[in-house]
């Protein structure tokens, strides 16, 4: 086994991007460069994520040179104290490959600060990597582009500069407050495990009534899975997630120009503890996650990953026969779920991955935690809805992109399509009257053009990965692809964003 290490190296003659090749693990003896292979050449340093560091030095640059330039508009329109504001990015920093100019968004800083935003965003240039010669390229306050927060300040001194004057919210006037409005009732059903859990994990490995699964964690995509077999049978190599774009709408600049990649963040290192009781039963497993990332040693994020079998509380499958003979027949819907939660800015994601009794693979995200906010001003309501005094609940999509590498009894797989058809026949036995009959028409897709199918175009009703095996009823072995998904318009492909999320054309 080996690892890549990604290294960024800035205090060099020429900054690079680098990446080796480390093995054999768990004790590397050996390292090789393969940056050029994987991208032709070196990578320029400005493609590095904004790494903790960078914030550290953003945040001290707006403290020290953006919010002292305005003093008295600070102080009477927000009541800056130095403290009592917090800032978020947006994303990406700019419009094409070397840029790195990015629209910081101020919010009161509260308990989920996220629904308190305060009208002002300022526009950052730290594409240098000398924070002395970062600059702050523009301001924009209420509706309204400014120059520099100089500019500002002139206009509010002047007393022409139309303001909203914000006080600190006081704790019950807090709207993204999760304190309890009130007592707690009684305590809600718990799940019981009467003779313990009925699945095993040793070291990343499980296993559950015939399944048998090999998990980790991605510090950027995120959770995968590997080696997935039911019944001693192979059906996944990698079931993975790669990445989560949320793509925003606004009136106001940081809220227009944002399109997260959460990968660029790190969906996996962002895994925090979950709560017993709360993000996974009592009962569940927890299991610690360990990544290396810009420190010289290892970091654990402390039972960050659960599993555990779920009652779905409906039957797989039942029936209560009550004609020419009388019995019931019922079976408990149980199944293993494999979950762990991301926080990324102000979304939690939670990402489940479900194994059915069946031998069905279920693949579930739920996205909790704040929406994202911009400062109601005009006509913000065309960009989504008023949540607040001054707060625009801004319209957004979300779309999650999954790798599935299925092996379905073997490699050597082709996809099927089914759907119903009509067709118009005589009555067999009379030939007086015509049936609509439904037909059942396959068809094997034989070229990837073919099964790539756009998004929310009309899709074949089934869809499967089939194996040239066949069963004991003559029909190849095969796993359905069943798509259950919201996901919004695409970004129209003349963005010169569009080709980094091509994947969601599809």
């Known amino acids: 086994r080996e690892a890549l290490a990604v290294l960024y190296f800035g205090k060099q003659p020429e900054p690079n991007i680098s990446e080796y090749v480390v093995g054999p693990l768990p004790v590397p003896a050996y390292h090789r460069d393969v940056t050029v292979q994987k991208y032709g050449g070196k990578v320029p340093y400005h493609r590095r994520p904004t790494l903790a560091v960078e914030y550290k030095q953003l945040g001290g640059f707006l403290k020290s040179q953006v919010f002292p330039s305005a003093p008295a508009f600070m102080q009477q329109v927000m009541e800056y104290d130095g403290a009592n504001l917090a800032v978020v990015t947006a994303a990406p920093r700019g419009f094409q490959s070397g840029d790195r100019v990015t629209w910081f968004v101020v919010f009161q800083n509260v308990s989920g600060f996220f629904v308190h935003p305060v009208g002002l965003e300022v526009l950052v240039d730290h594409g240098d990597l000398h924070v002395s010669r970062w600059q702050l390229r523009q301001v924009f306050y209420n509706g309204r582009y400014f120059a520099s927060t100089g500019d500002l ?19 019950d006037a807090v709207l993204g407050s999760m304190k309890p409005r ?3 009732g009684s305590p809600g059903p718990l799940q019981f495990e009467p003779q313990g859990p009925r699945y095993s994990v040793r070291n990343n490995h499980i296993t559950f009534q015939g399944w048998s699964i ?5 510090p950027n995509t995120g959770p995968r899975l590997f080696d997935i077999r039911y019944r001693g049978e192979r059906i996944v190599y990698e079931l993975s997630l790669q990445e989560a774009l949320a793509l925003y709408g606004s009136n106001c600049p940081g809220g227009m120009s944002t399109r997260y990649l959460d ?11 979950l709560v017993q009781g709360l993000d996974c039963p009592y009962t569940a497993t927890y299991v610690d996650q360990h990544y ?11 039972k960050s990953l659960c599993i555990f079998e779920h009652d779905s509380g409906l039957p797989l499958r039942r029936h209560f026969s009550d004609s020419q003979s009388l019995y019931y027949g019922g079976l408990r819907k149980n199944t293993l779920v ?11 994601y939670i990402w489940d991955f479900m194994f059915h009794g069946n031998g069905a693979v279920e693949v579930r995200v739920h996205a909790t935690g704040y929406i994202s906010s911009s400062f109601f001003h005009g006509q913000g309501t065309d960009y989504g809805n008023r949540v607040g005094p001054h707060t625009l609940g801004t319209m957004h999509l979300h779309h999650i992109h999954y790798k599935v590498d299925l092996d379905v009894d073997g490699q050597l797989n082709s996809l099927e399509t089914q759907d119903m058809e009509y067709e118009f026949v005589k009555d067999p036995w009379s030939t007086q009257n015509t049936i609509e009959r439904p037909y059942l028409r396959r068809e094997r897709l034989e070229k990837e053009d073919e099964a790539a199918f756009p998004l929310n175009a009309p899709m074949p009703r089934y869809l499967s990965f089939v194996s040239p095996n066949r069963n004991k009823w003559e029909h190849p072995r095969s796993y359905r692809i069943q798509l259950i998904s919201f996901a919004g318009k695409h970004l129209p492909t003349s963005s010169s964003m569009e080709r980094s999320i091509s994947w969601g054309r599809w």
């Open 182 to 184: 009130r007592p707690p």
């Open 263 to 273: 990968g660029s963040f790190g969906i996996g290192r962002f895994a925090y503890e």
């Open 214 to 218: 090999a998990f980790g964690m991605n």
């Open 292 to 302: 290396l990332a810009e420190s010289d040693t290892p970091k654990t994020n402390q």
């Open 153 to 171: 300040e002139q206009e509010f001194v002047a007393g022409v500069l139309e303001v909203v004057r914000l006080k600190q919210p006081q704790a």
């Open 338 to 348: 494999i979950r762990t939660i991301s926080t990324l800015i102000n979304y939690d």
